[in-house]
């Protein structure tokens, strides 16, 4: 299938590293350009290169998602050197599995408000897009009630809910606003390799609730976003698309 996204322009938030380097990766070999941020500014820099490696233009720079005009800066530059913006892909998390109240501020700040400021400074240029499509990242654990209070899951809920109720919105703006939320996925240096090593048995308890018999990879996970990104989906807006090789015993709707 062709997902006409050659020539189209992308923001993704996060692109550094597992779900988010994927997403931006594979945006460019779909033939985006694609600017991304993250706060290592190293890491953006060695993305960057990769990206014009598949012959496209990219660029990027260290961002922190909760400084409101250094996001609107980013968001208004990379539009500037791109030429406009058609997608935007919210993905930087603060993955906090605490239920203190820094771990509620951090998630609120990060993954709630984060998505919140990068829509708001887009939303300006995805209006004139004929193909404005934003995505969000939530997580299979906003759609359970599992592992107790948790302020991931009560952000990760919210970030669904804020797309929902976006998607409404936008509509007569002709954005569309969907979800993708992943399951457990497995890649070196993230969450669940970090599990692996520090707390083997309760990785071993997590992998077992896979019916597939293994976690997802990032670039599963990337497929999906990229799919409700592009303009074959373009009748698809208010999902919320569940990646979790059927993990949730939930009837998905």
């Known amino acids: 299938?062709?997902?006409?996204?050659?020539?189209?322009?992308?923001?993704?938030?996060?692109?550094?590293?597992?779900?988010?380097?994927?997403?931006?990766?594979t945006l460019a070999a779909e033939g985006c350009d694609v600017a991304t941020c993250a706060r290592d500014g190293a890491a953006v820099d060695a993305v960057v290169k990769s990206l014009v490696a598949k012959g496209v233009k990219a660029t990027g720079r260290a961002v922190d998602v909760t400084d409101t005009d250094a996001t609107a800066k980013w968001v208004n530059d990379a539009a500037a050197e791109l030429g406009g913006i058609d997608i935007v892909v919210a993905n930087v998390s603060a993955l906090a599995g605490g239920a203190d109240e820094d771990a509620w501020r951090r998630m609120l700040e990060v993954d709630m408000l984060g998505t919140v400021r990068v829509a708001e400074a887009a939303?300006?240029?995805?209006?004139?897009?004929?193909?404005?499509?934003?995505?969000?990242?939530s997580s299979t654990a906003a759609l359970e009630s599992s592992q107790g209070?948790?302020?991931?899951?009560?952000?990760?809920?919210?970030v669904i809910a804020y797309m929902a109720?976006?998607?409404?919105?936008?509509?007569?703006?002709?954005?569309?606003a969907n979800t993708?939320?992943?399951?457990?996925?497995?890649?070196?240096?993230g969450v669940w390799d970090i599990r692996k090593k520090e707390s083997p048995d309760l990785f071993q308890t997590s992998l077992e609730r896979n019916p597939l018999g293994r976690m997802a990879?990032?670039?599963?996970?990337?497929?999906?976003?990229?799919?409700?990104?592009?303009?074959?989906?373009?009748?698809?807006?208010?999902?919320?698309?569940?990646?979790?090789?059927?993990?949730?015993r939930r009837i998905q709707y």
């Open 1 to 25: 299938m062709d997902l006409d996204l050659k020539g189209k322009k992308a923001i993704v938030t996060g692109g550094t590293r597992g779900i988010g380097r994927a997403i931006a990766e």
């Open 123 to 137: 939303l300006p240029f995805l209006e004139k897009s004929d193909a404005g499509s934003f995505v969000s990242i």
């Open 149 to 158: 209070i948790r302020a991931y899951t009560g952000m990760k809920a919210a």
């Open 165 to 176: 109720n976006a998607s409404n919105a936008w509509a007569e703006k002709g954005i569309r």
């Open 180 to 189: 993708v939320s992943p399951g457990n996925v497995f890649f070196e240096g």
């Open 217 to 248: 990879t990032p670039q599963e996970v990337a497929n999906a976003v990229v799919f409700l990104a592009s303009p074959a989906a373009s009748f698809i807006t208010g999902a919320n698309l569940v990646v979790d090789g059927a993990m949730t």
